[in-house]
């Protein structure tokens, strides 16, 4: 079983609304990273995060998305304002080393907008 | 440019073997890891592959070549519930593609009877 907890499960949004999700890294796994995964399975990296400071995040993020990670509260990711293309699983990861060489997933935050 | 390719399907027999493929390119190689996805599910990671070579992990085996780019996942004595997709991951270097992994699309493995 999962020890990365994603909230909500399942989220049904309308066009041009905010759509937020949550993420609970494993215990005392300082990076954390987000991943959408289209309908056609490609993987898109989001942002990634080690403690609460972003390290990489590509443009789309930077322009639509909010994200944090506060320290002993959950990680955030949300898309100001939804769009029909941002329908997904968004999944969250952490690793216990920057270098990353195994990542923990969450079971994903299945996005669906209207 | 940079991206990971997988075949998108895969069928084997009960009890017999699988070799998922995977090719490569991208800024410098710092690793390649494998995931195993079921329908609904995480991803689980399963190995992680960094020197060229054979990697034997019982059930799965890894096979890395960096200077062609390629890697594959050997499933062996399969059973149905290996039926799942599997994910190769290839972290670049810092510069390039920053640390995050570059997944390919997976191959969903289908083991009959």
């Known amino acids: 079983n999962s020890k990365v907890i994603q909230t909500p499960r399942y989220l049904v949004k309308g066009q041009g609304q905010k759509a937020k999700m949550r993420c609970i890294p494993e215990k005392g796994h300082p990076v954390v990273f987000w991943y959408q995964q289209n309908k056609n399975n490609e993987f898109k990296f989001l942002i990634n995060f080690q403690n609460q400071e972003v390290l990489q995040q590509i443009d789309m993020t930077e322009k639509r998305f909010s994200a944090e990670c506060p320290s002993n509260s959950p990680c955030s990711l949300e898309i100001q304002s939804s769009e029909a293309g941002d329908s997904a699983l968004y999944l969250c990861a952490s690793s216990g080393t920057i270098s990353n060489e195994r990542l923990f997933f969450g079971h994903g935050t299945k996005l669906s907008v209207l | 440019g940079q991206g990971v390719e997988q075949p998108d399907n895969l069928m084997s027999v009960e009890g017999t073997f699988a070799r998922v493929n995977c090719t490569y390119s991208?800024?410098?190689?710092?690793?390649l890891s494998w995931y195993q996805q079921r329908e609904g599910h995480a991803p689980v990671f399963l190995s992680y592959v960094v020197l060229d070579g054979l990697k034997d992990s019982g059930h799965f085996s890894t096979f890395l070549s960096r200077s062609n780019g390629y890697s594959y996942l050997l499933l062996t004595e399969l059973q149905i519930k290996d039926s799942a997709s599997y994910l190769c991951a290839v972290r670049g270097d810092r510069g390039g593609s920053g640390n995050k992994l570059i997944f390919g699309t997976g191959t969903l493995l289908s083991v009959k009877p």
């Open positions: 991208t800024s410098g190689f710092n690793g």
